[in-house]
């Protein structure tokens, strides 16, 4: 008998107080987007499934009455969304994603690393100790803003100092568009604090270092130990990865809830609008510059400096803008130049196989 997902194809009722408990579909963070791009037939022929999780033998994929194993795929990571086909788990077609999360991968292979897919919400995570850095911070938002997600600023631990409004006021200098939350990781209120962003269907991820508390929010929206935790080391501030792979939580409240572990290294690539959204003010400026390819060195006419000579912009906010910039422009080429040459290797593969079957 086909499984009727005629329910599951657009939410419905937005008065919080009319709208039934979300379905499992819902609760994974099925949308209408996702919808919209497939037909009734195809629902029941091949359901629709979320990567929880990725390991070595396969995709761990849930649906609404599917828990299961698909073949390995570099071109998914956790959040996406694929329809199941049972007969072939290995074609299950992947969905158009709402939103993607990457970096460039660590290392010298010039490779992109996908962090997420889907995501809705991302918690940039820091706390009040050595851990919090104004510049990493910067990173973490443009990557939200580039992959189109609403970024959120979580500061934890305010027990560690004596006034923890001097982190609020940092962050919230990052950019107006952030939100910026100072809050207890093990603290009763902390549903309640982050309920604008974790309702039914909605998912979130928990990005930032090792240490800072990703583990413990989750637990404290689950209501359970969902995920491990260890204390910091005292003599740096520095964590101990006790999340080793990114796994997604659907929560009792209908949210799905991304665990990620910590980044030691954040390399921007593809993220010039994301940068552009974070540093806004520069970039407005630099378009009043005389030159269209001034680097706001030396140059004459030079509104960025001009401005700095001004006071009315921050000599350190313009030193990460432009070091960012020049490390995204030049991934982005790398990057792109490595593309390139495996896409020629591959026509060269295709070229010599073809001569040996003549």
């Known amino acids: 008998m086909a499984r009727n997902f005629e329910k599951f194809y657009q939410l419905t009722g937005t008065d919080k107080a009319e709208r039934p408990r979300p379905s499992r579909l819902e609760s994974l963070g099925w949308k209408p987007f996702f919808a919209q791009q497939i037909s009734m037939e195809e629902l029941n022929d091949t359901p629709p499934v979320r990567v929880t999780e990725i390991h070595r033998n396969g995709l761990h994929a849930v ?8 073949p390995p795929n570099a071109e998914v990571t956790v959040g996406d969304w694929l329809l199941y086909d049972q007969d072939n788990p290995g074609s299950s077609r992947i969905l158009n994603r709402k939103s993607l999360i990457k970096r460039r991968a660590p290392g010298s292979d010039r490779q992109v690393q996908l962090i997420a897919a889907n995501i809705d919400t991302a918690f ?3 706390s009040c100790n050595k851990d919090f850095n104004i510049a990493r911070l910067e990173r973490y938002v443009a990557l939200a803003f580039e992959a189109e997600v609403d970024p959120v600023i979580i500061i934890t631990k305010p027990d560690l100092c004596e006034d923890s409004s001097r982190y609020r006021v940092e962050a ?4 107006d568009r952030v939100p910026v939350i100072v809050l207890d990781a093990r603290g009763s209120d902390v549903e309640t604090q982050l309920s604008d962003w ?3 269907g909605q998912t979130v991820a928990f990005l930032g270092s090792s240490g800072v508390g990703k583990s413990t929010l989750v637990n404290s929206l689950s209501g359970t130990q969902t995920s491990a935790t260890q204390e910091i080391r005292e003599d740096d501030s520095k964590g101990r990865h006790t999340t080793t792979r990114r796994q997604l939580h659907i929560l009792p409240m209908g949210c799905a809830v991304l665990d990620t572990p910590g980044m030691r290294e954040l ?3 593809d993220a010039q ?18 030159f269209n390819d001034c680097q706001h060195e030396t140059e004459p006419g030079c509104a ?4 700095l000579d001004k006071g009315s912009i921050d000599q350190a906010r313009l030193k990460h803008w432009k070091k960012l910039v020049a490390e995204e422009q030049y991934n982005t080429a790398s990057l792109a130049e490595r593309r390139s040459s495996d896409k020629a290797f591959g026509k060269m593969v295709r070229r010599i196989q073809k001569d040996n079957r003549k």
């Open 304 to 307: 960025v400096l001009e401005a």
């Open 267 to 269: 390399q921007l690539t």
């Open 172 to 175: 919230e200098s990052i950019s």
């Open 124 to 126: 940039i995570t820091t």
């Open 63 to 70: 649906g609404q009455e599917i828990d299961t194993l698909v």
């Open 273 to 290: 609008s994301g940068l552009a959204d974070v540093f806004s003010d520069l970039w407005t400026l630099s378009t009043q510059c005389r």
């Open 198 to 200: 974790c309702g039914p």
